[in-house]
């Protein structure tokens, strides 16, 4: 019994033995990795360029956009309707107060004209007549006062048979430009058809439709300023203000500002055309460079090596520049990068 005994307690201790390498290798080997120095990986900070806030004049302004109009526009109609037999304007024309633009048949008029100078001749005839015959006592003073009266009536169809005869010629109204001429010889002319429109170019200006934020800054400031300018030719000219309207429309929450061009020489009726109202002037004010905003109109400072965040404002930017935001006249502002970086990230600034 002992000899079995003795090879099965040899083999116990020999796996034991075994188990026991194991775990301690098992556990140097542990010991080894978790005792070593994991590498760690810092991505660089963002690179940025930064300026500074200057001081300088800044003209507070807005501009906005609309059409020259004239101040008087005309429409030129017949007064009597008729063949046109006459047209002679065409659009783009300067024309004169009482120039003939269009000549309306004249043959049914002439012939009016005709028969109430027969009809004005016959009773004038007759009234002398009578008078003599009232004289004498063979006419009653009822039959006088009667042809009399048909006679002033006649009068009067006379006059007007002239008048309309006279508006056979269409004439000009006012001095200024044709900006509409589409009637032609043959034509029908009539009285809810103009044959021409003329617009006075030597008066132009402007209506704007202003938002309504704007009121209070414009309203009462005497010390306006507004230039026009045109989008197609670059032409540019002072301009008056006329009036800005005392109400704000409740569909389109704005008003109407109206301006006078003071040299309407270079501009044309329906020319689309920026204005520029200048509302205010700060001198000697912190200003920063319109580079350092974003697209929506924010902008980035930076306070150590950290970027932070300032929310788009209703920034007036003057040739260039905006007032800085108050309280950070001394920042430093991101004027390139600010687009990538994040509020809070921190940041490399660049040797400008």
């Known amino acids: 019994m002992s000899n079995n005994r003795k090879p099965v307690w040899k083999r116990v201790m020999k796996y034991l033995a075994f188990i026991v390498v194991i775990a301690a290798a098992v556990i140097g080997l542990n010991l080894f990795f978790t005792s070593r120095e994991v590498p760690t990986y810092e991505s660089p900070l963002r690179s940025v360029t930064t300026t500074r806030a200057e001081q300088r004049d800044i003209t507070q302004s807005i501009t906005l ?8 526009m005309v429409p030129v109609v017949p007064f009597v309707s008729g063949t046109i037999e006459e047209y002679n304007v065409k659009a783009g024309d300067v024309v004169s107060e009482g120039q003939v633009l269009a000549v309306i048949d004249k043959r049914p008029y002439e012939l009016q004209l005709t028969q109430a100078q027969a009809a004005l001749d016959a009773y004038e005839s007759s009234y002398e007549r009578l008078v003599k015959l009232n004289g004498i006592g063979a006419a009653s003073d009822q039959d006088l006062e009667t042809v009399r009266a048909q006679m002033q009536a006649s009068q009067a169809q006379l006059e007007l048979a002239q008048l309309q005869l006279s508006y056979t010629d269409v004439t000009a109204s006012i001095d200024g430009t044709v900006i509409m001429a589409d009637q032609s010889v043959g034509s029908i002319g009539n009285s809810q058809t103009p044959v021409a429109i003329i617009a006075d170019t030597d008066h132009l200006s402007l209506s704007i439709a202003v938002p309504e934020r704007w009121y209070s800054l414009l309203a009462g400031n005497e010390e306006l300023s507004v230039t026009v300018t045109s989008k197609v030719t670059g032409a540019t000219s002072t301009a008056s203000v006329v009036s800005i309207a005392p109400y704000i429309d409740p569909t389109t929450k704005s008003f109407t500002l109206k301006v006078s061009i003071d ?19 700060a001198e000697d004010v912190w200003a920063l460079s319109e580079d350092v905003l974003k697209a929506d109109g924010s902008l980035y400072y930076v306070e150590g090596d950290t970027a932070h965040y300032i929310a788009p404002q209703d920034w007036t930017i003057s040739d260039g520049w905006f007032i800085a935001p108050a309280g950070y006249e001394d920042a430093t502002f991101i004027i390139d990068g600010q687009n990538s970086v994040l509020d809070g990230e921190r940041v490399t600034v660049k040797e400008n």
């Open 65 to 72: 956009s609309g059409y020259v109009m004239s101040d008087s």
């Open 263 to 281: 040299d309407p020489a270079p501009f044309t009726v329906g020319m689309y055309a920026d204005v520029e109202i200048v509302y205010a002037t």
